[in-house]
């Protein structure tokens, strides 16, 4: 299994800056796509920003040239991924959730993060 603990919403003025931090432990050897996902009140989730393993990191367009991904490894077990998100903008509001997909011997499967508040007041 794979733990998600996700960090860092707040509440920010339009053009500030937010960072968001979402912790992995457990069977992180076994990710092979991370990432953050957005869901504002009405609409459906949607990428934000992932990293595949052997491929790099992909962002929405929404998020390109103002938001980057970065990811630190602690141990074997535990593992954090951060979303740096500048120039914010009221219809970046949103909760903010960490996904991983993984493979593991039993089969392939995803885990979600409990979901973060960012809040853009105009």
């Known amino acids: 299994q794979v733990q998600l603990v996700e960090s860092g919403g707040a509440l920010v003025q339009a053009g500030g800056s937010l960072r968001l931090s979402c912790t992995a432990s457990?069977?992180?050897?076994?990710?092979?796509?991370w990432g953050w996902y957005r869901q504002a009140p009405g609409n459906q989730r949607e990428l934000v920003a992932t990293i595949t393993r052997g491929r790099g990191t992909d962002y929405a367009d929404s998020a390109k040239g103002r938001f980057t991904m970065s990811r630190d490894i602690a141990n074997s077990y535990k593992s954090t991924l951060y979303l740096q998100m500048n120039s914010l903008k009221p219809e970046d509001a949103a909760v903010y959730f960490c996904n991983a997909k993984v493979t593991f011997r039993s089969g392939p499967g995803a885990y979600w993060g409990q979901g973060t508040q960012v809040t853009v007041s105009s």
């Open positions: 457990g069977g992180i050897s076994a990710i092979d796509v």
